[in-house]
């Protein structure tokens, strides 16, 4: 492996320099010097350079480049057939070397295996295998489900029914905070010297990385039970493009606009919309304006009755706002598919604070 990685990290520089990203022209410059230089055995010689190109591709396509990328983690990029195959509940390697297998899709089983990724992580060897799927195909909605991103709660539903999934945020401020006391306390004079010695870098990246990890994580785990629900009733989900939504931000108190920039939006749009695609779910992104201000009955504007209460003056339609936005979403999905919405009739909080 750190063979590999040495001849990986070459083959990249110079694919990148003589633009050799044919196979042809890489192989006729690399492969005697991974054989002869690094001692690579032919398949993975050919692996390498395969792989070095795909990561120099990459990185002439991005138009912000930064230095030519390298190869630090220790791992090893394998095609089945030549440098690994899967017999039984082992896997083989080249060079005769078994892998048992703990984990495995057999949902997936019967379609070709693709490149593989052999990692060295905190002591264990770790296969990771590329397989070909079929695309699922996408039912006729028979509804909507309405996605509501808030600071506290992710309000999920239409006006039959209401789902609240409540978000991480409080858990990863608490580690933001532990991270930014430690760097204000070290950062005077006094403790310049333990800061040099890296044990307090360390602790505070680690701090950081916790308050990401906390946010991904709910992410990916509140974006499945939410399509897992939008494909159980065959509904179509339908979130608000809240993509302007950083340059609102700055009108906010600095307490509710560092919450939501730590809630990072952006991620759950992702894992929604990846789960959608992988699930077959119909997915469609709708206008924010006015779901959380206008009445969904008459199109009035909405005043404040209460602690995230808002009622309508004039037909005296009143709700949690959370539902008003949700009912909104979906008569604008509706009307994006050209369907009608009857009149709702939203349900009342029972669980709302009366004051502020």
Same mark, same amino acid.
């Given at each position: 492996?750190?063979?590999?990685?040495?001849?990986?990290?070459?083959?990249?520089?110079?694919?990148?320099?003589?633009?050799?990203?044919?196979?042809?022209?890489?192989?006729?410059?690399?492969?005697?010097?991974?054989?002869?230089?690094?001692?690579?055995?032919?398949?993975?010689?050919?692996?390498?350079?395969?792989?070095?190109?795909?990561?120099? %591709?990459?990185?002439?396509?991005?138009?912000?480049?930064?230095?030519?990328?390298?190869?630090?983690?220790?791992?090893?990029? &394998?095609?089945?057939?030549?440098?690994?195959?899967?017999?039984?509940?082992?896997?083989?390697?080249?060079?005769?070397?078994?892998?048992?297998?703990?984990?495995?899709?057999?949902?997936?089983?019967?379609?070709?295996?693709?490149?593989?990724?052999?990692?060295?992580?905190?002591?264990?060897?770790?296969?990771?295998?590329?397989?070909?799927?079929?695309?699922?195909?996408?039912?006729?909605?028979?509804?909507?489900?309405?996605?509501?991103?808030?600071?506290?709660?992710?309000?999920?539903?239409?006006?039959?029914?209401?789902?609240?999934?409540?978000?991480?945020?409080?858990?990863?401020?608490?580690?933001?905070?532990?991270?930014?006391?430690?760097?204000?306390?070290?950062?005077?004079?006094?403790?310049?010297?333990?800061?040099?010695?890296?044990?307090?870098?360390?602790?505070? /990246?680690?701090?950081?990385?916790?308050?990401?990890?906390?946010?991904?994580?709910?992410?990916?785990?509140?974006?499945?039970?939410?399509?897992?629900?939008?494909?159980?009733?065959?509904?179509?989900?339908?979130?608000?493009?809240?993509?302007?939504?950083?340059?609102?931000?700055? /009108?906010?108190?600095?307490?509710?606009?560092?919450? &939501?920039?730590?809630?990072?939006?952006?991620?759950?749009?992702?894992?929604?919309?990846?789960?959608?695609?992988?699930?077959?779910?119909?997915?469609?992104?709708?206008?924010?304006?006015?779901?959380?201000?206008?009445?969904?009955?008459?199109?009035?504007?909405?005043?404040?009755?209460?602690?995230?209460?808002?009622?309508?003056? %004039?037909?005296?339609?009143?709700?949690?706002?959370?539902?008003?936005?949700?009912?909104?979403?979906?008569?604008?999905?509706?009307?994006?598919?050209?369907?009608?919405?009857?009149?709702?009739?939203?349900?009342?909080?029972?669980?709302?604070?009366?004051?502020?």
């Amino acid at each position: 492996m750190k063979r590999y990685r040495e001849a990986l990290n070459y083959s990249i520089k110079v694919v990148i320099e003589n633009k050799a990203i044919s196979l042809g022209k890489a192989h006729r410059l690399l492969y005697k010097v991974l054989k002869e230089k690094y001692g690579l055995p032919s398949k993975i010689a050919i692996d390498c350079y395969r792989e070095a190109i795909a990561i120099a %591709k990459s990185w002439l396509k991005n138009t912000n480049k930064g230095k030519i990328p390298r190869a630090n983690n220790f791992r090893i990029w &394998l095609t089945y057939g030549q440098s690994y195959r899967i017999k039984g509940d082992y896997v083989e390697l080249l060079g005769g070397y078994r892998l048992k297998i703990i984990g495995l899709d057999r949902r997936y089983d019967s379609y070709p295996n693709k490149d593989a990724r052999l990692l060295l992580k905190d002591g264990k060897f770790i296969l990771k295998i590329s397989k070909r799927v079929p695309e699922p195909a996408k039912y006729d909605p028979k509804g909507v489900l309405a996605v509501d991103v808030n600071e506290k709660q992710i309000v999920v539903g239409n006006r039959k029914s209401e789902y609240r999934f409540d978000t991480n945020i409080e858990r990863a401020l608490h580690y933001k905070q532990l991270a930014e006391n430690l760097q204000k306390k070290h950062s005077s004079f006094k403790y310049i010297a333990s800061l040099k010695r890296g044990g307090i870098k360390r602790r505070i /990246k680690s701090f950081y990385r916790k308050a990401r990890n906390i946010i991904e994580d709910w992410a990916k785990k509140t974006s499945h039970e939410i399509v897992a629900l939008a494909k159980q009733y065959q509904y179509e989900v339908d979130r608000e493009d809240l993509t302007n939504l950083v340059e609102n931000l700055r /009108k906010l108190p600095k307490e509710h606009k560092v919450s &939501l920039l730590i809630l990072s939006y952006r991620r759950l749009e992702h894992w929604i919309d990846w789960q959608c695609e992988k699930q077959g779910v119909p997915i469609a992104v709708i206008n924010p304006k006015g779901t959380s201000s206008i009445c969904p009955i008459c199109g009035s504007k909405l005043v404040e009755n209460g602690y995230r209460k808002l009622k309508c003056n %004039k037909c005296g339609f009143e709700a949690d706002r959370d539902t008003i936005a949700v009912i909104n979403i979906e008569k604008k999905a509706y009307k994006k598919m050209g369907g009608s919405l009857t009149t709702p009739t939203a349900p009342q909080m029972t669980d709302v604070i009366p004051n502020r």
